[in-house]
């Protein structure tokens, strides 16, 4: 009975983060306005607003309310009716972002996996390829981002050409390293066998470079989804970055 | 611009915990196939 006891202790605390975070933030600035002296001047609402305003804008940009106060009704198609006139709304924007990240990921892992064991399993070609890979590593990607929105156009290609070249040297790092560290026992009894070299790559090189690739998942979504944020940031028609950007662009109050 | 900033973290959030139930299915699916 320690697990469920522990794990209820875990989630009781990080709710209590969460309220201490929150309140801090709704309230603090409050307080520095009333007691200068002891509270410092953090938080100022006008760069970081405050969790109620942007929970209320928030509402409003996912067309749940149309002004404060009054919530969309589904029935009377209201809420319809808001997502039609914004064809940029929270949740099409929201839709578009997940998508792209999701195509830039798959097409990263993908490639960076195949090119990861094709140079990974050659000598000749991991060789060849050693300095210009090094070389292009050491680019930042994300400073390619402007060309890239240049060559493909501020539409979704764009968006999923950044996330891929931010994700496939991450995972094609990983696959690189697994194929290399193999032992080459297993490969030496594969061949005693009589395994092809196809058969030796699907059988022992892609099952033991697997939890390489599976450990290189995690960050590659984060940084796919990153991809898709700078190229969107850059240029472009539709997509959550341009709702982050948007308020500054037509000078509203940037919070919220 | 909060509102997507936090729009974002959220689905951050929601993403990493797919791809660790992902993870672990697949470790699991690569274990089972390799003990054949």
Known sequence: MRMPRHRANTSAWQISICIVVLSIWQWGYDLHARFPSLVPDLLDPYFVSKPSEIFEHFLILSCLKSKPG???????????????RNENNLWIATAITLKNTFFGFVFGVSSGVAAGLLLGRSDRLSDIFQPFITAVNSIPRIALAPIIVLAFGIGDTSKVVTSWIVVVFLVFFNTFEGARTIDEGYINAARLLG?????????????????????????AISFA?????????IGAERGISDALSSSPKHGRKPPA | MMVAVIVLMLVGVAL????????????????????E
């Not at chain 1, 989804?225 to 940031?233: A, P, R, Y």
């Not at chain 2, 990493?16 to 003990?35: E, G, P, T, V």
């Open chain 1, 70 to 84: 009054m919530f969309n009704g589904w029935l009377n198609g209201d809420f319809a009716k808001c997502i039609a």
């Open chain 2, 16 to 35: 990493s915990a797919m791809i660790r139930r992902l993870q672990a299915y697949l470790l699991r699916w690569q274990q089972h196939n390799m003990a």
């Open chain 1, 195 to 219: 395994a092809s070299e196809w058969q030796i790559t699907r059988t022992v090189v892609i099952p033991s470079t697997m939890a390489w690739v599976f450990a290189s998942l995690s960050p």
């Open chain 1, 225 to 233: 989804l990153i991809g898709v944020i700078v190229g969107e940031f």
